[in-house]
Each structure stands twice: as C-alpha cells, then as structure tokens.
Nanobody
C-alpha cells in the first residue's frame, strides 16, 4: 500500500522560499507521474505542478516562473521548490498520483509578514 508523506512547510515572509518534500513508500512502481496540489481555506484543491507523460513539467498559471517540481527516483521523493512566495500561496500542500482519491495530511505553507 502506498504511503505519501509531505514535509517542509512552515511560515515564510512574502518573497521568501521553501522546498517541500514528498516521500513515497510502500507498493509503488514509479513517482514519475506524481504532482503537487494545494488547497487554500474555502477553496477547491488545485493542481500546482506535475510531470507530463513526455517527461516535462506543467504548472498552474499562478505559479509559473516561481515554482519548480523535481524528483529523485532513488529516494522515491518528489520536491517542490517555491520561490518568490506570495500571500496567495498560503495553503495546505499535498502530493499525490493522478486519479488517486486518498489524500495525506499535507504540509501547511503560510506566507505572511
């Protein structure tokens, strides 16, 4: 059974940076299709960044140029580097496989002065 554990969130000032990590364990074949999602208070969960079938990456328009998704297959870990953070980036961030309906606890990112 797959287990996903997010970490790296915290309180950061506007313009600051954070790097989130997602460690996958259990019964998995590959982390190549994984993505990062976020849910702000009162809003729907949205896809922030993910890997495409062609081996590239895709990002929500709101984070393009600021966020970078990467992975380390040997460590079964997906990362999300977040730069130039804005208050509107405040949310709980989750990692997951496309179509998987089970979600973990996520990691809270708060961007505030």
């Amino acid at each position: 059974q797959v287990q996903l554990v997010e970490s790296g969130g915290g309180l950061v000032q506007p313009g600051g940076s954070l790097r989130l990590s997602c460690v996958a364990s259990g019964t998995i074949f590959s982390i190549n299709a994984m993505g990062w999602y976020r849910q702000a208070p009162g809003k729907e969960r949205e896809l922030v960044a993910g890997f495409t079938s062609g081996g590239s990456t895709n990002y929500a328009d709101s984070v393009k140029g600021r966020f970078t998704i990467s992975r380390d297959n040997a460590k079964n870990t997906v990362y999300l580097q977040m730069n130039s953070l804005k208050p509107e980036d405040t949310a709980v961030y989750y990692c997951n496989f496309p179509g998987r309906k089970v979600w973990g606890q996520g990691t809270l990112v708060t961007v505030s002065s």
